[in-house]
């Protein structure tokens, strides 16, 4: 049977048997891979297309679109809608301050913003490096450290007003930990700490 295009697909010619069921059977076989298929979400995808071959594209009802790498169930996501804010899970020594503390990953990045405060209204103190948060575990670092910068008041006797923030993995001391550092001493001789510290930054874990 001869064939047609770069996608050679099968067409009957003149000289071949009138095979019509097998011969639409064997075009659609040939059209199908170069389909873009249509399933409601990441798990349909996983249970359909597992052992769909290499550069099948398959988008999602929410407008995600993935195109298969690998023969095992290996793809990349060539568009995903963004996600939406999640609360910073902050320890119970903290709480928000005036803007919100929240998270989100996009892709190989994660995003961070709002402020933190202490309960009690007293400094925070960043310079041996004190916890604030954890974490979610899809916006940890696969290993290591990953880090951001944070702002905080200079209300009061703080110098330089600016610190950093440390996202830690699962294979640290403390997984999933955010911890707040900072070198800034007290400009006049006073209390070392902030009042606030704002957290708006990003970090990657690829």
């Known amino acids: 049977m001869a064939t047609i295009g ?9 000289a071949d048997a009138p095979v019509g069921p097998g011969a639409l059977a064997a075009l659609a076989t040939a059209i199908d891979p170069h389909l873009v298929h249509h399933v409601a979400n990441l798990a349909e995808r996983n249970t359909r297309f597992a052992g769909a071959p290499v550069h099948t594209v398959v988008t999602a009802a929410d407008g995600t679109v993935w195109k298969k790498t690998a023969t095992s169930n290996t793809w990349v996501t060539w568009w995903e809608p963004e996600p939406a804010w999640r609360p910073l899970p902050l320890l119970s020594a903290f ?15 994660v ?7 202490r309960t009690d209204g007293t400094a925070i103190i960043g310079t041996n490096g004190i916890q604030v948060a954890t974490v979610p575990t899809d916006c940890r670092p696969p290993s290591q450290i990953a880090t951001s910068t944070a702002f905080f008041s200079t209300a009061g006797d ?14 640290q ?34």
């Open 6 to 14: 770069y996608a050679s697909l099968p067409v009957p010619g003149g």
């Open 158 to 171: 703080p110098l330089i007003g600016a610190g950093r923030m440390e996202s830690h993995s699962n294979d």
């Open 95 to 109: 709480q928000a301050g005036q803007v919100f503390p929240e998270i989100k990953r996009v892709g190989g990045r």
């Open 173 to 206: 001391a403390i997984p999933g930990a955010l911890i707040f550092w900072s070198q800034d001493g007290a400009q006049d001789g006073g209390t070392v700490g902030t009042g606030w510290i704002d957290i708006s930054g990003s970090y990657s874990i690829d």
């Open 111 to 117: 995003r961070l913003r709002g402020r933190i405060a």
